[in-house]
């Protein structure tokens, strides 16, 4: 895996949908694989957190949802998802990976086209299959390689896929703790968790002891 390097920082002050405010500082990079421009969030005391090699900075790899994110669809959990993360890293030292992985991988328009399938019936992984892409295409090589680039090589990662903490395992990141993010249920997204949660492998306490 070629190594990557940060090619510039920023800070730049947060303003949540859900009213979290806060200020992270914002690194681009060079060198990523796939050639896209993938985002790291240095968020609280993120150089302590680097400079740390007893506790791992916490980690959390955000695919990027510009309907759960920025739009506020209730569809899906992202968008309280990457709240939930901004306000736990930025309390304990960390980074935000914000990868442009619409979709699981298929981007935009063909998530919205995986979207009109769902209201046929399918479910997200189900839909994602039948437009002729992966089921979950996601690649976290890129996220391996900003993690070095900020000087990390353990870490302890905020998720319930399994999948982000084995392919980082696969890559030489070394994680110290797989850290579960909450459960941001409502009546539109259930039938979206409880896709993840049943064929996606993610770890979900959903009511009525599902995972």
Known sequence: ???????????????????????????????????????????????????????????????????????????????????????????TGGFLLYLRQEGRGIGLYAKLEAYALQDTGLDTYEANLALGYAADGRDYTVAAQMLRALGLDRVAVLTNNPDKVAQLDRLGIEIAERVPTGLHLTATNAPYLAAKAARGAHVLAMPGGRH
Do not use: N
């Open 1 to 91: 895996m070629p190594a990557a390097t940060v090619r510039t920082q920023v800070l730049v002050p947060l303003r949540l949908a859900d009213g979290c405010t806060t200020t992270a500082r914002v690194f681009t990079f060079d060198g990523l694989v796939d050639g896209r421009e993938h985002l790291a969030l240095g968020l609280g005391d993120c150089a302590a957190a680097v400079a740390d090699r007893h506790d791992p900075p916490l980690v959390r790899l955000h695919s990027e949802c510009l309907t759960g994110d920025v739009l506020g669809s209730e569809r899906c959990d992202c968008g309280p998802q990457l709240a939930e993360a901004v306000g736990r890293i930025s309390r």
